[in-house]
């Protein structure tokens, strides 16, 4: 197949590409580097420096033999998405190419203008040139669990059924998310689901949980290959953050009193999930949506597993309830389902598997680079 991926430089994206790179696809990576400027920005840096998407590339096909394509280049800039649609005529784009901080997104105006701008227009952009120039593309979207909050009813997966003055419908489950970042994800999809509808594209929108992970099968291979692993307060996820501060000998920083639940899941299993979706296209006209993750935990479960795990490596956790910067409910009801790609073949890694070795034994060897400056959170969803 020919595989686009959007935002190939991040977290996600630079994983994605090399693991169909590997199994023999024609791949080409896009990014505009937009998040290398948030950092210096923001002055954080990933825990192990990350060469150039260019230089990774060629240490990939070096170490490989399989080529990896690159395009640098704006989803903001409707031209050049035109362009690279128009050549490369992909089967399948995967689309990571997001601002991913809800914080960053709430800091101030600007950047929560930034943030929707950035990824709605970008990927309405993307809708019409898909539409222009390969309408039977198969789009795979990131979303975010982020887009349902946390409704006092079950969580289903994208739509739900709903008897209503003794009529009945299905229709896309209510959003109540969280911060810009997250309501920039449901204007996304309530776009794909239109454009779908409506020109009869097909695409399969994953709502994913909160990622955490360091390795993959493609990173392990070669020093160099590693992907950008944040744990400040702007793109450091809770568990990724926590694992980090347990290393540093700093208290693990729960936000108010840690009763916030979500849905988790390791970084092999979002290329897994991205892989099945992959395998199994909507159809034309459909908007499929799956919620993508493994296992739910509350914030304070975490710091269990934590403290556990850093026992096995001679680590003593320390915990600190910090007034929370955000707005969000810390006591609430939380059942997300999650069958959809289970049934598809998902076999989920599990958080135990992964949590004392892959994880905390693996930051112990490059404790010396954490910054520690950078655990605590400056932006506030309200200032009190
Ligand atoms: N939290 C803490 N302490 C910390 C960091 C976070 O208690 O040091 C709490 C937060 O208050 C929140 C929960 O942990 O209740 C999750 O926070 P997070 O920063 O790990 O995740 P979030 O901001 O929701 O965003 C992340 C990704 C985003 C993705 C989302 C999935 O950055 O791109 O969309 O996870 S989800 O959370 O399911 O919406």
């Known amino acids: 197949m020919k595989i686009l991926v959007l935002g190939g430089d991040g977290y996600l994206g630079w994983p994605t590409a090399m693991y169909f790179s590997r199994l023999g696809h024609d791949v080409m990576a896009v990014d505009n580097f937009v998040k290398r400027r948030i950092e210096i920005e923001e002055?954080?840096?990933?825990?192990?420096?990350?060469?150039?998407?260019?230089?990774?590339?060629a240490l990939w096909e070096a170490t490989t033999g399989h080529k990896i394509r690159l395009a640098v280049g704006d989803l903001l800039n409707h031209r050049m998405v035109y362009d690279l649609l128009e050549h490369f005529t992909p089967d399948a784009i995967i689309h990571y190419a997001e601002q991913p901080s809800a914080p960053y997104s709430m800091e101030s105006r600007d950047k929560a203008v930034f943030t929707q701008h950035n990824n709605v227009i970008g990927t309405l952009n993307l809708l019409f040139a898909m539409k222009r120039h390969c309408p039977e593309a198969h789009l795979i979207k990131l979303g975010t669990m982020g887009e349902y909050g946390t409704p006092n009813i079950d969580i289903e997966e994208g739509y739900i059924t709903i008897t209503h003055n003794g009529r009945v419908d299905t229709l896309p489950f209510p959003k109540q998310p969280g911060?810009?970042?997250?309501?920039?994800?449901?204007?996304?999809?309530?776009?794909?689901?239109?454009?779908?509808?409506t020109w009869g594209l097909r695409a399969t929108d994953l709502n994913q949980g909160v990622v955490y992970g360091i390795e993959t099968d493609e990173t392990k291979l070669k020093p160099g290959l590693h992907t950008a692993f944040h744990y400040d307060a702007v793109f450091g996820t809770v568990l990724n953050r926590f694992c980090v501060q347990a290393v540093a000998g700093a208290p693990l920083t729960v936000y108010g009193s840690g009763g916030q639940t979500r849905g988790f899941l390791n970084i092999r299993d979002t290329i897994q999930c991205v892989d099945l979706a992959t395998q199994n296209p909507a159809d034309i006209g459909e908007c499929r949506v799956y919620n993508q993750l493994t296992e739910v935990f509350s914030v304070l479960e975490l710091t269990k597993l934590v403290e556990v795990a850093g026992k096995k490596l001679g680590i003593e956790v320390r915990i600190d309830h910090i007034a929370n910067?955000?707005?969000?409910?810390?006591?609430?009801?939380?059942?997300?389902?999650?069958?959809?790609?289970?049934?598809?073949?998902?076999?989920?890694?599990?958080l135990s598997d992964v949590l004392v070795e892959q994880m905390i034994g693996h930051i112990q060897t490059v404790r010396d680079q954490i910054n520690l400056s950078t655990f605590k959170p400056t932006i506030k969803w309200r200032e009190k």
Not at 43 to 57: C, V
Not at 179 to 196: G, M, Q, R, T
Not at 332 to 341: G, I, M, Q, S
């Open 179 to 197: 911060s810009f970042y997250h309501l920039s994800k449901v204007h996304d999809s309530a776009n794909i689901l239109f454009a779908c509808r």
């Open 325 to 350: 910067p955000r707005v969000e409910k810390e006591e609430h009801y939380y059942n997300p389902k999650h069958t959809k790609l289970i049934d598809l073949g998902l076999k989920p890694h599990l």
């Open 43 to 57: 002055g954080i840096e990933p825990l192990e420096p990350l060469l150039t998407l260019h230089r990774r590339i």
